[in-house]
């Protein structure tokens, strides 16, 4: 998936001639103010020329982007090149290796952030100090940005993952499992991101409003998700005649009595279907908008 990941959404990827047969998974400890995270991930891949690239994964699984990530970023890659110092136990002269910092985002709102730590440092264009100013920056995987279309082109793991992270109605989210079950029983060997898929599924299903407890077996969200989806739409079928309800009743008011009121409009946004009709009821015979709210009063 790390390969699909980069040739998918990290274009300069392609240029170099990378071996993603030998990526290995790197347990790293930091010491410092600022330990990495437990759910940030580091690989090492070898180079055909006998060197390392580092990719440093940050998963951003929050509602909004972090402005000071750039900051982090460059934090963490001091921690990490520490680490490696120490562990490769470099020498003077030695060179570090080269690092990718890669941040995963999957909130609603549209990441913002600067992706350079040049653009959070209040400098003129034209300053000496730049000289001395790091310049560091990471790549961002906003899920939500990608189109669904350009995503149902690509053939990877990877696309899946984002597809994954985009609202969907149940039929097209039966389907989108559909295609993971089958890609992770093609590949038994690969529990950690069978999870990470389960937990993905587990949200987009909360996010549709599941009622019921999802299972934690990913092979076991399919059929659940198959007899959800009919009381889905019996639900989404009432809340459409909620709505064109509503709508019928303030237009209704509109012209009995004028444009409603901001509180009328609440009380109308609030109502279920059957407190719609009520009022509407209530809507032809009332003599003022106050006596259509004010239970106190029959008709």
């Known amino acids: 998936m790390v390969e699909h990941l980069l040739r998918d959404f990290v274009p300069e990827v392609t240029e170099l001639d990378l071996d993603f047969r030998h990526l290995q998974r790197v347990n790293v400890k930091f010491h410092g103010p600022r330990n990495r995270r437990e759910g940030d991930i580091i690989w090492r891949l070898p180079t055909p020329q006998g060197d390392d690239i580092y990719l440093y994964l940050l998963l951003e699984f929050q509602s909004g982007s972090d402005w000071w ?5 460059q934090v963490y890659q001091g921690l990490l090149w520490q680490h490696v110092i120490a562990e490769t136990k470099l020498k003077s002269g030695d060179r570090l290796p080269p690092l990718l910092m890669l941040v995963l985002y999957n909130g609603e709102r549209r990441w913002t952030a600067p992706t350079e730590l040049a653009d959070l440092i209040l400098l003129p264009a034209a300053s000496p100090l730049w000289h001395w100013q790091p310049r560091i920056r990471y790549h961002l995987l906003d899920m939500g940005a990608f189109p669904g279309d350009d995503l149902a082109r690509r053939d990877s793991l990877a696309a899946l993952l984002f597809r994954l992270e985009q609202r969907h109605p149940p039929e097209d989210l039966v389907g989108l499992i559909d295609q993971v079950v089958g890609w992770f029983r093609q590949h038994p060997g690969t529990a950690d991101l069978r999870r ?8 987009a299903m909360e996010g549709l409003g599941a009622a019921l407890p999802v299972p934690a077996d990913l092979m076991e969200i399919r059929p659940m998700l198959t007899t959800l989806g009919e009381s889905w739409k019996q639900q989404w079928l009432a809340e459409g005649k909620a709505e064109g309800k ?3 009743l303030q237009r209704l008011l509109d012209s ?11 009380l109308i946004a609030a109502a279920d279907l059957d407190r719609l009709d009520h009022l ?3 809507a032809l015979t009332a003599t003022t ?3 259509v709210f004010d239970e106190s009063k029959t008709h």
């Not at 990530?69 to 970023?73: C, E, I």
């Not at 990470?196 to 949200?203: A, D, G, K, N, S």
């Open 289 to 291: 908008l106050d006596a």
């Open 196 to 203: 990470l898929f389960t937990e993905l599924v587990r949200q």
């Open 280 to 282: 509407f009821d209530r």
């Open 69 to 73: 990530m750039a900051v982090r970023t």
């Open 256 to 266: 009995r009595f004028g444009p409603v009121t901001e509180t009328a409009r609440s």
């Open 246 to 248: 509503a709508d019928a």
